[in-house]
């Protein structure tokens, strides 16, 4: 008896389909599994075959043969366990051959027959609905995940009996049924979300993070964290110890404008791949903010291994990535980020495969001015200059370069830590930035890039754009040329003065880009530092 079934895995954030072919016939009794598999797909043989014993459903003495194809595509993972099983199940005529027709099938299966969470439902549950499959059946613990994508089906089962039973029904109602972008709410345990449901609670979500109101003194390092957050611009801390640089990177978050739905499943479908998400959580919901600790290697921060995985820097994407006493990472690690705060993307290179993670990230990093932190406050410091300069030498020109704001602190005055009012809350900071925000939206949504990137702040502009929506009047380019020649800029560090500029004159609520943007976009680059 010969049957397939529908199932799905991802390769990067994508997903592609992968039909399980299962054949029972006569012969020595044997379970062979084919189709060019991981360790944990070839494992599934076992799980699955002590899992239907345990659910009561006996395995035929015959020669089982499972494909799964396209066989040259690699498969990893726990989810074919589920799709196997059904398959066997068909071919043993447990149930009619159309009752699975239409259906995806994606789960781990555990010893006594229970379904355990896979990771990539998401973005297999997307490229399903893209391509007219009806519905999916998955772990119930991944249910609420899938039922975020509108016009499909997705079912979560418990056990193998509970998606044997739905299908001896051909089609009754059996395992929980989500149905997204219907405005009905599922049951309250999955705690899944409509599409409609995602949208308001995008909106309604109150920020976790500590107030900047918390935060004594710094005006120009908070000032500059607005800018950054309003457009979305890379950062630098230089401070002694205990100025706040950390206090205020662990704050940020707070006054970045809300995730987008797009932005939050494009997110959720990037944690989904990594197994990121928690059981039954169905959106990321706030911006990611990700902090990796100095001895990280390039792995961790950009993603990789064997069968690459998505690091740190794609988990922090429409994010932030603060990278605390930056120059204590490695050197190669700080200069593997070159090319995807360029290209908002990591592209990983393997023999079976390439693969683009995305990272549109903000890099904010926090350094000291020196190895003990003090100087140039030379009764604390006693750090040679030859000491500076290999220091601060750890972090390459390049990487510099693509660090839009430059703020050095100074040591908080003790009458500043005694002032008890008077600082600025998150909240009255982040209704500037949404001002921003806003026109940003407007001017981005009127006028079409000639790129395919679509922009939603400025630091996404692309050099062949920047002129387009940074112009300058007669006055801000006399400025611009005598700025170039004073403070010797490389085109790239004129095209980010000009995007700060553009975020500044937003705040600011203008249309044109004046000279005092353009001073004060100048003035958090520092030149040599």
């Known amino acids: 008896m010969y049957c397939k079934i529908l199932s799905g895995g991802v390769m990067g954030i994508s997903a592609d389909f992968v039909w399980v072919e299962v054949d029972i016939d006569t012969g020595l009794p044997s379970f062979s599994l084919v189709g060019s598999l991981g360790n944990e797909v070839r494992e599934s043989r076992e799980r699955v075959s002590v899992a239907l014993k345990n659910a009561g459903f006996s395995l035929p003495a015959a020669r089982i043969t499972i494909n799964l194809a396209p066989a040259d595509v690699h498969k990893e993972g726990s989810g074919y366990d589920l799709p196997i099983a059904v398959g066997i199940l068909e071919a043993m005529q447990y149930f009619p051959g159309e009752s699975a027709e239409g259906i995806l099938f994606l789960g781990e299966l555990g010893l006594g027959g229970e379904l355990k969470t896979v990771r990539g439902v998401l973005p297999i549950v997307q490229a399903a609905k893209a391509a007219g499959i009806r519905e999916c059946i998955v772990p119930k613990g991944n249910a609420a995940e899938g039922a975020v994508i509108p016009g499909i089906i997705v079912r979560g089962a418990e056990h193998i009996g509970q998606v044997v039973e739905f299908l001896q029904?051909?089609?009754?109602?059996a395992a929980e049924r989500i149905l997204p972008g219907n405005g009905e709410r599922a049951a309250e345990k999955i705690l899944p979300r409509t599409i409609v449901e995602a949208e308001n609670l995008l909106r309604a979500k109150t920020s976790q993070y500590d107030d900047f109101a918390q935060v004594s003194g710094q005006g120009m390092a908070k000032r500059a964290a607005e800018i950054a957050a309003a457009g979305f611009h890379n950062l630098l801390l230089i401070g002694p110890p205990g100025a706040g640089k950390s206090?205020?990177?662990k704050r940020m978050p707070g006054i970045l404008p809300p995730l987008s739905l797009e932005e939050s499943l494009e997110v959720t479908g990037i944690y989904s791949v990594a197994g990121e998400l928690k059981e039954g959580q169905a959106?990321?919901?706030?911006?990611?903010?990700?902090a990796p600790h100095h001895t990280s290697t390039s792995v961790a921060l950009l993603g990789?291994?064997?069968?690459?995985?998505p690091g740190l820097i794609s988990l922090a994407h429409k994010g932030i990535l603060f990278m605390d006493e930056l120059p204590e990472f490695r050197r190669e690690v700080i200069d593997s980020m070159r090319q995807p705060l360029e290209e908002r993307q990591v592209q990983i290179a393997r023999v079976q495969e390439n693969i683009a993670y995305p990272a549109n990230i903000m890099l904010v990093a926090a350094m000291n001015p020196c190895p003990c932190g003090y100087y140039p406050d030379r009764n604390r410091c006693r750090c040679t200059e030859g000491q500076?300069?290999?220091?601060?030498?750890?972090?390459?020109g390049p990487i510099?370069?693509?660090?839009d704001l430059w703020v050095e602190l100074q040591a908080v005055a003790l009458k500043e830590l005694q002032q008890k009012t008077g600082e600025e809350t998150t909240a009255e900071i982040q209704k500037r930035v949404l001002r921003a925000r806003k026109r940003q939206e407007e001017r981005?949504?009127?006028s079409p890039n000639r790129s395919s990137r679509v922009y939603r702040f400025n630091a996404d502009i692309r050099a062949e754009d920047v002129e387009r929506f940074c112009p300058l009047d007669n006055a801000g380019k006399r400025l611009t040329e005598r700025l170039y020649e004073t403070l010797q800029l490389g085109a790239r560090a004129y095209h980010r003065i000009l995007k700060v500029a553009r975020t500044i004159a937003d705040l600011a609520g203008e249309e044109q880009i004046r000279e005092e943007h353009l001073l004060e976009a100048a003035g958090y680059r520092p030149g040599e530092m």
């Open 400 to 403: 510099m370069d693509r660090i």
């Open 169 to 173: 029904k051909n089609g009754e109602r």
């Open 283 to 290: 959106l990321v919901t706030e911006r990611p903010f990700r």
């Open 444 to 446: 981005f949504a009127g």
């Open 304 to 309: 990789g291994g064997r069968y690459p995985r």
């Open 388 to 396: 500076i300069r290999k220091y601060r030498g750890k972090v390459s």
């Open 247 to 249: 206090m205020i990177a």
